[in-house]
């Protein structure tokens, strides 16, 4: 559904700041079509028990009676404090939902690392401030194999060198958009960064009222 | 092929590659409304039409009276759809409605006027769900570049423009304007020829079935071939409809004069003098002979049969014919996901998905609601009666199908085989306000996602098309439709 309520306010709000470095527990999710509906579930009563920390993955983290399930990663003792997601292909398929991407965040998850990514759950990552890398399948799945062999370990993920460290496996180069990595470590916000092309917006809308003047027209002239 | 990888380098090798073959569509409109290119794969793109659903006259309202200005006001609209009721009690009882978002239309209504902001709110003779609603009214036009905050507006592709959601509304408020990554060009070519009974939205599920789920991602879709081009434009809306289930940045079809003769008699056409300069631009929309795509998929449709889903995404999807499929025969990478899979939706491996019985039929959504939808599933269900136990419901996509449903007599056909004929809006395509499959029901439904709890909590979907849920309803089991209409015993 469309989510008014969870965009930025319009006025003053600085786009989110993402530190050049997160250390922290990577905690493997390599389930591939991990929807939004999984991530964030709409329209239904919250499980009892849940909270803010623990609302994201509601259906694979709880039972509906609130008993968690032991066998769900962010439920196992050594992955409760992760703060870096290693899941598979198309994760956060779906709606458009800002929830999507900030319960997760709630949770203290800070980088998702996928195979690839919903385009609204990537959209809405690169709005909210959560990391969204991608790798090619092997190497991804050595980082997943690595991570549940190392419970408990950290890796470091780091935007400005664009590498993932991982100890015993030496360091995992990543691309990101440059434009999205340059906005995190400035903090722009979406806004900010259109707002300094307004000179180009004017002159380009000048000639398009030109060029398809029937676009800009409106009310229609019969019924 | 790499599409699934193409994030950084690959779309910007493909976007120099590109340059020596004839353009795309997708190009086309991309290159039309680039303010700004600022690296990478990234630029500023003009905005020609902005929708915004439920809350919009009060999230206008409240950037106005923050000291903003709405920068292209006439290129705005709103229409309330996920957040109001399709009870036919909804005018009366306004408390069934959530959020009450009735209330933003009602005293902004002067203000969104004086804007020039198009405002359809649930008392509207325009209301409905925003993708009939779009091109329905003519406010989504070929070749334009439009956004919305919901994640199906790739329907609108439909008419031959470039449309997507996300949450950039405020942002294209104040500036006319949306920051945007490029997309690699995909397309999925359909040949062959329909046999009876099956529709687009089958041709669609098989696509997405055949692909997977994430087979669009990172790609603009443009559908092609003979089977898109004799479907009229409401088909290709259920097809492009369908783009995000396949992770597509966006989904479209060519316009062609089938668009061209819809596009005539809408209400917010071009005005009268600029029509045939709108027409002759439209002409130079499609993708030119030669345009190079990234990836280029032909899906032969000859002998496709009504499809169903077993699953919790799209791609779970199999012939009407089929039997549900054994995990232990799935590719490795998919073999937990499908063990998942059945365990919620409860069917076992090698069962025929004929003869599963629903508790439930939903027919609506942005899908599959609009009025030549409706008079199929009004031939499906004349004179026959819903199965004891199920409860079927038709939600019609917008007020001007439901007026042209009740002039043609269909809600009376679905009224007299005891379906609910109900007012327009999402409903339980995403189980909202009410509208929900009862815990644990399993469902059948013309909508889009078949996500685990999507229509309600523990609430099993099987997608299919809408003369299907028809079907399923009367027998109160999944059943071919191919069969049922010829008088089988089903």
Same mark, same amino acid.
């Not at chain 1, 008993?67 to 956060?92: C, H, M, T, Y």
């Given at each position: 559904?469309?989510?008014?309520?969870?965009?930025?306010?319009?006025?003053? /709000?600085?786009?989110?700041?993402?530190?050049?470095?997160?250390?922290?527990?990577?905690?493997?999710?390599?389930?591939?079509?991990?929807?939004?509906?999984?991530?964030?579930?709409?329209?239904?009563?919250?499980?009892?028990?849940?909270?803010?920390?623990?609302?994201?993955?509601?259906?694979?983290?709880?039972?509906?009676?609130?008993?968690?399930?032991?066998?769900?990663?962010?439920?196992?003792?050594?992955?409760?404090?992760? !703060?870096?997601?290693?899941?598979?292909?198309?994760?956060?398929?779906?709606?458009?939902?800002?929830?999507?991407? $900030?319960?997760?965040?709630?949770?203290?998850?800070?980088?998702?690392?996928?195979?690839?990514?919903?385009?609204?759950?990537?959209?809405? $990552?690169?709005?909210?401030?959560?990391?969204? +890398?991608?790798?090619?399948?092997?190497?991804?799945?050595?980082?997943?194999?690595?991570?549940?062999?190392?419970?408990?370990?950290?890796?470091?993920?780091?935007?400005?060198?664009?590498?993932?460290?991982?100890?015993?496996? @030496? =360091?995992?180069?990543?691309?990101?958009?440059?434009?999205?990595? %340059?906005?995190?470590?400035?903090?722009?916000?979406?806004?900010?960064?259109? %707002?300094?092309?307004?000179?180009? +917006?004017?002159?380009?809308?000048?000639?398009?009222?030109?060029?398809?003047?029937?676009?800009?027209?409106?009310?229609?002239?019969?019924? | 092929?790499?599409?699934?990888?193409?994030? @950084?380098?690959?779309?910007?090798?493909?976007?120099?590659?590109?340059?020596?073959?004839?353009?795309?569509?997708?190009?086309?409109?991309?290159?039309?409304?680039?303010?700004?290119?600022?690296?990478?794969?990234? $630029?500023?793109? #003009?905005?020609?039409?902005?929708?915004?659903?439920?809350?919009?006259?009060?999230?206008?309202?409240?950037?106005?009276?923050?000291?903003?200005?709405?920068?292209?006001? %006439?290129? &705005?609209?709103?229409?309330?759809?996920?957040?109001?009721?399709? !009870?036919?009690?909804?005018?009366?009882?306004?408390?069934?409605?959530?959020?009450?978002?009735?209330?933003?239309?009602?005293?902004?209504?002067?203000?969104?006027?004086?804007?020039?902001?198009?405002?359809?709110?649930?008392?509207?003779?325009?209301?409905?769900?925003? #993708?009939?609603?779009?091109?329905?009214?003519?406010?989504?036009?070929?070749? *334009?570049? *439009?956004?919305?905050?919901?994640?199906?507006?790739?329907?609108?592709?439909?008419?031959?423009?470039?449309?997507?959601?996300?949450? !950039?509304?405020?942002?294209?408020?104040?500036?006319?304007?949306?920051?945007?990554?490029?997309?690699?060009?995909?397309?999925?070519? *359909?040949?062959?020829?329909?046999?009876?009974?099956? /529709?687009?939205?089958?041709?669609?599920?098989?696509?997405? @079935?055949?692909?997977?789920?994430?087979?669009?991602?990172?790609?603009?879709?443009?559908?092609?071939?003979?089977?898109?081009?004799?479907?009229?434009?409401?088909?290709?809306?259920?097809?492009? =409809?369908?783009?995000?289930?396949?992770?597509?940045?966006?989904?479209?079809?060519?316009?062609?004069?089938?668009?061209?003769?819809?596009?005539?008699?809408?209400?917010?056409?071009?005005?009268?003098?600029?029509?045939?300069?709108?027409?002759?631009?439209?002409?130079? &929309?499609?993708?030119?002979?030669?345009?190079?795509?990234?990836?280029?998929?032909?899906?032969?449709?000859?002998?496709?049969?009504?499809?169903?889903?077993?699953?919790?995404?799209?791609?779970?999807?199999?012939?009407? !014919?089929?039997?549900?499929?054994?995990?232990?025969?799935?590719?490795?990478?998919?073999?937990?996901?499908?063990?998942?899979?059945?365990?919620?939706?409860?069917?076992?491996?090698?069962?025929?998905?004929?003869?599963?019985?629903?508790?439930?039929?939903?027919?609506?959504?942005?899908?599959?609601?609009?009025?030549?939808?409706?008079?199929?599933?009004?031939?499906?269900?004349?004179?026959?009666?819903?199965?004891?136990?199920?409860?079927?419901?038709?939600?019609?996509?917008?007020?001007?199908?439901?007026?042209?449903?009740?002039?043609?007599?269909?809600?009376?056909?679905?009224?007299?085989?005891?379906?609910?004929?109900?007012?327009?809006?999402?409903?339980?395509?995403?189980?909202? =306000?009410?509208?929900?499959?009862?815990?644990?029901?399993?469902?059948?439904?013309? $909508?889009?996602? =078949?996500?685990?709890?999507?229509?309600?909590?523990?609430?099993?979907?099987?997608?299919?098309?809408?003369?299907?849920?028809?079907?399923?309803?009367?027998?109160?089991?999944?059943?071919?439709?191919?069969?049922?209409?010829?008088?089988?015993?089903?």
């Amino acid at each position: 559904m469309s989510t008014l309520q969870d965009a930025p306010s319009p006025t003053g /709000r600085k786009g989110p700041r993402v530190l050049p470095r997160e250390v922290g527990i990577a905690a493997p999710l390599m389930l591939d079509n991990v929807d939004t509906d999984v991530i964030s579930p709409l329209g239904k009563p919250p499980t009892p028990g849940m909270t803010k920390e623990t609302a994201a993955f509601e259906p694979l983290r709880f039972y509906s009676d609130g008993r968690e399930k032991p066998d769900f990663i962010l439920n196992k003792q050594e992955f409760r404090r992760a !703060s870096i997601l290693i899941v598979g292909k198309n994760f956060g398929t779906g709606s458009s939902r800002g929830t999507a991407v $900030s319960r997760p965040m709630d949770g203290g998850i800070r980088v998702v690392i996928g195979e690839s990514f919903g385009p609204l759950f990537y959209d809405n $990552s690169v709005q909210q401030g959560l990391i969204a +890398i991608p790798l090619k399948r092997d190497v991804l799945q050595k980082l997943a194999d690595w991570a549940l062999a190392n419970p408990g370990r950290t890796i470091a993920v780091d935007l400005e060198k664009e590498v993932i460290e991982v100890s015993g496996m @030496g =360091n995992i180069p990543f691309k990101i958009e440059p434009r999205v990595r %340059q906005k995190f470590l400035k903090g722009l916000s979406n806004l900010d960064e259109l %707002q300094g092309y307004s000179k180009q +917006i004017a002159e380009f809308e000048d000639k398009q009222r030109k060029n398809r003047p029937w676009v800009f027209v409106q009310p229609p002239d019969s019924k | 092929m790499g599409v699934g990888l193409a994030y @950084g380098f690959l779309p910007r090798l493909a976007l120099a590659q590109r340059r020596t073959g004839g353009k795309t569509m997708y190009d086309k409109i991309w290159e039309e409304h680039e303010v700004a290119y600022l690296g990478g794969i990234t $630029s500023i793109l #003009h905005v020609d039409r902005l929708m915004i659903a439920d809350g919009g006259p009060s999230t206008v309202h409240d950037l106005v009276a923050s000291g903003r200005t709405i920068r292209n006001p %006439q290129l &705005v609209w709103t229409v309330e759809d996920h957040s109001v009721s399709t !009870s036919p009690d909804r005018y009366t009882n306004r408390s069934l409605n959530l959020g009450n978002s009735w209330r933003g239309y009602v005293e902004h209504a002067d203000e969104m006027k004086k804007l020039g902001v198009q405002s359809f709110g649930m008392d509207d003779p325009h209301q409905g769900i925003q #993708h009939v609603v779009g091109p329905e009214t003519g406010l989504t036009q070929p070749g *334009m570049l *439009m956004v919305a905050g919901d994640s199906h507006t790739c329907t609108h592709g439909a008419m031959g423009c470039v449309s997507w959601g996300g949450e !950039s509304a405020q942002n294209v408020l104040i500036t006319g304007t949306v920051l945007r990554e490029r997309a690699l060009n995909m397309r999925v070519n *359909m040949t062959g020829t329909l046999g009876p009974w099956v /529709r687009a939205k089958d041709t669609i599920l098989h696509t997405i @079935g055949t692909l997977g789920a994430d087979s669009g991602n990172r790609c603009a879709v443009e559908y092609a071939g003979p089977v898109v081009r004799g479907f009229s434009v409401e088909e290709r809306m259920s097809i492009c =409809n369908l783009a995000i289930e396949m992770a597509a940045a966006t989904g479209m079809v060519a316009p062609d004069d089938t668009t061209f003769q819809y596009m005539a008699t809408r209400e917010f056409r071009p005005r009268a003098e600029y029509w045939d300069r709108a027409l002759a631009y439209w002409r130079t &929309v499609p993708s030119e002979a030669d345009a190079v795509f990234d990836r280029d998929e032909t899906i032969d449709m000859s002998g496709l049969e009504p499809q169903v889903t077993w699953g919790v995404s799209p791609e779970h999807v199999i012939a009407v !014919s089929g039997r549900v499929p054994d995990p232990a025969n799935a590719p490795a990478a998919k073999r937990e996901a499908w063990r998942a899979a059945l365990e919620y939706t409860k069917l076992k491996p090698g069962d025929p998905i004929v003869g599963t019985p629903i508790d439930e039929a939903f027919i609506g959504s942005c899908s599959e609601s609009r009025i030549g939808d409706l008079r199929l599933v009004a031939q499906v269900v004349k004179g026959r009666r819903v199965a004891p136990n199920v409860i079927a419901w038709v939600v019609p996509g917008s007020k001007p199908v439901k007026r042209q449903a009740e002039a043609e007599g269909l809600d009376r056909i679905f009224k007299e085989a005891g379906f609910d004929w109900r007012e327009p809006g999402c409903s339980k395509c995403y189980g909202s =306000n009410g509208d929900l499959v009862a815990k644990g029901k399993r469902s059948a439904s013309n $909508s889009n996602r =078949n996500y685990i709890g999507r229509q309600g909590v523990d609430a099993i979907t099987h997608l299919m098309s809408a003369p299907m849920v028809a079907a399923a309803a009367i027998t109160g089991r999944i059943v071919d439709i191919r069969r049922f209409m010829a008088g089988e015993q089903v």
